[in-house]
């Protein structure tokens, strides 16, 4: 029988060098908090429980954590003591838990599932402690993990390590599994004798192997361990997340015609045959079906485009915007809270929000839902097969019947019943001649301008 699984998520360091009034976790690659790919990676293990240990920005982080896993506890380190310190704050939340527990950072984005899984598989071989290491190329000032054969002798963090043991490329990436109790029991007899006046939660390795506990080490791709700690970094993290992102909806059957220029949401979903054309932005929330096409220099976001429509070049689907399936946005069009009927078309200039469009309803060019009278927003309500003429006002509250018209030009402030052709202008006059009239004037006090000027 097993047990279960605990992640405790380390979230209480101030990211000093971000130099950010935001904490360093809730930092977005892939328009995702840092921490929600934290989580997002211990979800492998299928946990039981979800501690999060914040403290720099702690409300603003506990709300997030609300928000991305509502079924996790957050618990406080006050002081920034030390990641062994950090751990044992969990202690009171995990104190029935008698299942492993598994800590990893809340600014380290990447770490694989299958990662996490083998080292659940190295527990399950015998080890008390498993730790994850990894080859660095630039060892820097990681911790080095120690080892003796296939045991773990123990883990020296830089400033504490002597010339041997720098020279030592296995790293440790912070990541560690143990009993909860075990790992509990250890991190309470570590001190904080060292170099930085620290609780290391390193320390628990030399601990575990004088009480005779076995402590093992797994080792994966220094990819999985980048930690943020600079805006350099998080952008190096985006780099790397969009270059993973990118290459798996392709594997999965999307095609990216410039892959480079397509950025994508940790959430973005498409469904097959969905084309994306160059320098599209895609936010979170976004859902594109079958057979759909993204033009070139289009913002989507919060959205969900039907399947076969198409949207672009240059459209922006801000959230709440849904597409049925065939309809067609156009250039320089904006909409936002809006659900399109199948095969709508608004292909130019023009501005749909807080709106329903019946199916196959034609928006002509530059119309604009008013939605908006400074303080409350209205809903502008459009019936099947309708014809909006180009230029029409729709100003909300507002509905436009099934298969009726407005005039080009029109501002609607009324309801338009169904079949009705509504016109809402000023009727043209037409004035014989004066067209000539009126150049052979302004010609005359042209010259006459021109003659003072010499
Ligand atoms: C830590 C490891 C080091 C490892 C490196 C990998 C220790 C003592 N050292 O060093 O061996 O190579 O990570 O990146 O564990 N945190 C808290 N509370 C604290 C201190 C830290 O929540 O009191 C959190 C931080 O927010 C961060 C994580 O723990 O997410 C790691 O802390 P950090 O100070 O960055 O550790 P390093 O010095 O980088
Ligand atoms: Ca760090």
Redesign the pocket.
């Known amino acids: 029988m097993t047990l279960g699984t605990a992640l405790i998520v380390?979230?209480?360091?101030?990211?000093s060098r971000m130099l950010s009034g935001l904490p360093?976790?809730l930092h977005e690659v892939g328009a995702q908090p840092l921490l929600a790919h934290a989580l997002g990676a211990g979800a492998a293990l299928d946990p039981e429980r979800v501690v999060v240990?914040?403290?720099?920005g702690a409300a603003r982080v506990e709300a997030a954590v609300g928000a991305i896993a509502p079924g996790a506890v957050t618990v406080r380190?006050d002081?920034?003591?030390?990641?062994?310190?950090?751990v044992a704050q969990a202690r009171p939340a995990l104190a029935d838990f008698g299942g492993d527990a598994v800590v990893l950072?809340?600014?380290?984005p990447f770490i694989a599932p299958q990662t996490l899984r083998r080292m659940a598989e190295a527990r399950a071989a015998g080890n008390d402690v498993v730790v994850l290491g990894f080859e660095a190329r630039e060892p820097g000032?990681?911790?080095?993990l120690i080892t003796d054969g296939d045991r773990l002798d123990r883990?020296v963090?830089?400033k504490d390590a002597t010339e041997t043991e720098r020279a030592v490329r296995l790293?440790?990436?912070?990541v560690v599994m143990a009993r909860a109790a075990t790992l509990f029991d250890l991190v309470a007899a570590v001190g904080n004798d060292n170099a930085?006046g620290?609780?290391?939660?390193?320390?628990i390795v030399q601990i575990a192997n004088a009480r005779g506990l076995r402590c093992g080490a797994v080792t994966c791709d220094e990819a999985e361990?980048l930690?943020i700690?600079t805006r350099a970094e998080l952008a190096g993290a985006e780099a790397v997340f969009q270059a993973r992102r990118r290459a798996e909806v392709m594997a999965a059957g999307v095609t990216l015609v410039a892959p480079d220029t397509v950025f994508l949401a940790a959430d973005t979903v498409f469904g097959r045959d969905v084309v994306v054309e160059p320098n599209v932005v895609f936010g979170p929330g976004v859902r594109v079906a079958e057979g759909a096409r993204i033009r070139a220099f289009s913002h989507l976001e919060g959205a969900q485009v039907g399947a076969g429509a198409v949207a672009g070049p240059y459209a922006r689907l801000r959230p709440g915007t849904r597409l049925g399936a065939g309809a067609r946005i156009g250039n320089f069009v904006e909409t936002k809270n809006a659900a399109l009927g199948d095969g709508v078309k608004v292909n130019h200039l023009s501005y749909v929000g807080d709106a329903e469009i019946g199916a196959g309803t034609n928006i002509g060019a530059g119309t604009i839902t008013c939605n908006y009278d400074g303080v409350l927003k209205h809903r502008t309500v459009v019936g099947t097969e309708a014809f909006i003429g180009s230029n029409t006002m729709l100003v909300a509250p507002v509905s436009v019947g099934d298969r009726a018209m407005t005039a080009s030009g029109s501002v609607i402030t009324a309801d338009v019943p169904a079949e009705a052709l509504a016109l809402a202008r000023a009727r043209q006059q037409n004035k014989p001649g004066l067209a000539v009239k009126l150049r052979a004037r302004l010609l005359a006090i042209k010259a006459g301008l021109a003659r003072k000027a010499e």
């Open positions: 380390l979230a209480a360091g101030q990211g360093k976790v240990v914040t403290g720099h380190q002081r920034q003591l030390g990641t062994g310190h950090a950072y809340g600014d380290t000032r990681y911790g080095r883990i963090e830089f790293c440790n990436s912070g930085a620290e609780y290391y939660l390193t320390d361990t930690g700690n």
